[in-house]
């Protein structure tokens, strides 16, 4: 008799909850939502790999054959929450936001290398970073 009234409580609380939007019943809060972010690293040249630490497989295998993290050849598309993430390829990193609206955001100092501000797409266009805000090297014209 006594487990069946812990049913019953159970089964009101998970009605009462689905009614008041605290449970499974509307849309996720802003800072649950998984926003499509593409990643295009195609610019870099000679084509390696790169990851989304906790999102993506890591780059720090002993095997180039058998990587399955992301290769720069091919644009990729991440589910990501809004947060703080960081790009890492062998060569540098940087870190990027997602904002609550789904838009990109990321240091000024990185426009020499990087695009995307406000859109849904990261562009890399440098395989290296330099702590100054010079010029792009022209090593970076090259066609894949």
């Known amino acids: ?3 069946r009234g812990i049913c019953y409580c159970a089964l009101i609380a998970v ?3 689905a009614g008041t939007g605290y449970g499974w019943a509307g849309p996720p809060p802003a800072h649950l939502k998984e926003h499509t972010i593409t ?3 195609t610019k870099l040249v000679p084509a390696s790999w790169w990851q989304v630490p906790g999102v993506t497989p890591s780059i ?3 095997d180039p054959d058998s990587l399955d993290a992301p290769k720069t050849s091919e644009p990729r598309e991440l589910q990501l929450r809004p947060g703080k993430y960081k790009f890492i390829s062998f ?3 940087f870190p990027f936001v997602v904002n609550l609206d789904g838009t ?3 240091p000024k100092s990185l426009d020499q290398c990087i695009d995307g501000r406000g859109t849904q797409t990261l ?3 440098c395989k290296r970073m330099y702590p100054y805000g010079g010029e792009r090297d022209a090593y970076y014209e090259q066609k894949p």
């Open 1 to 3: 008799m006594k487990a």
């Open 15 to 17: 009605a009462v909850l």
């Open 39 to 41: 990643i295009d690293a």
């Open 60 to 62: 720090y295998n002993s």
């Open 91 to 93: 060569t540098f990193d």
């Open 104 to 106: 990109l955001d990321f």
């Open 123 to 125: 562009v890399v266009r």
